[in-house]
């Protein structure tokens, strides 16, 4: 089984050193996400650009391990206290982070898009639907409450059973490790005052993890490519279906 190159942080899909996006870069993506002309008022949701290429067939190649997933206690939509270890364990497990309030379209809004999107095409395929889940937790547990969460998920419940947790801290000191063990980058913006203004700077990361706990790929804006996720979810349940039990 060949492995595929890594399409982290760490490098790009050929190998070279991965630059982080450039004004004029991210500016080229809007054009292509956004899909309509600048002029327009509304040119609805943003959307995947293009591919140029044929995805990798899933089963054909080896994700690598990058790390194991933090543990932390973290709270629910319901305010049950839930382990992280619990959500990220004996299921294949899509996690991100998020705030509810972020107008980003490049942002929390097109993550929450994209995985909609995953959403339904994996409870489509009989072998996926149970074996996958999705994780959001907020960055902002002062603002985004249970009662928060549980409006901002009614907006994303499918029609089909399928589990997507949303979390949140009980303090930003509880968030923090997680953060960092993630390696996930945040930045709250300050007023005059010093105060934090509730804008949130971050990279959008999404990270793909194993039935065991360990983060297979971590997705950022320039490979966020539904057929290429699929792939790698379905190659993570056939290396599992193959595992000596």
Not at 159 to 188: C, H, I, K, Y
Not at 204 to 220: M, N, P, W
Request: one cysteine or more; charged letters at 20%.
């Amino acid at each position: 089984m060949r492995r595929r190159p890594s399409r982290t942080e760490g490098g790009s899909a050929a190998g070279a050193p991965a630059a982080a996006p450039t004004p004029a870069a991210l500016l080229a993506l809007g054009l292509l996400w956004g899909g309509a002309a600048l002029a327009a008022a509304d040119p609805g949701p943003p959307r995947a650009p293009r591919m140029q290429f044929v995805p990798t067939p899933a089963g054909t190649y080896t994700l690598q391990r990058i790390q194991r997933c933090p543990e932390a206690q973290l709270l629910d939509a319901s305010a049950r206290r839930r382990s992280l270890s619990e959500l990220t364990r004996g299921r294949i497990t899509l996690l991100t982070f998020f705030y509810t309030y972020c107008t980003d379209p490049l942002g929390c809004p097109y993550a929450a898009g994209l995985m909609t999107l995953l959403r339904d095409r994996i409870v489509a395929e009989p072998d996926l639907r149970s074996q996958v889940r999705f994780v959001s937790i907020s960055f902002d547990p002062a603002h985004d409450s249970p009662g928060q969460l549980r409006l901002y998920a009614h907006g994303l419940q499918g029609a089909a059973p399928f589990e997507w947790d949303f979390l949140t801290a009980d303090s930003m000191r509880t968030l923090q490790p997680v953060l960092e063990d993630f390696g996930q980058d945040v930045r709250v913006e300050l007023g005059r005052d010093g105060r934090p203004v509730r804008a949130i700077n971050h990279m959008l990361k999404l990270f793909l993890i194993d039935a065991s706990g360990t983060v297979r790929e971590i997705y950022a804006l320039d490979f966020l490519q539904p057929e290429v996720m699929l792939n790698d979810i379905r190659t993570l349940r056939l290396e599992a279906q193959q595992r000596p039990h």
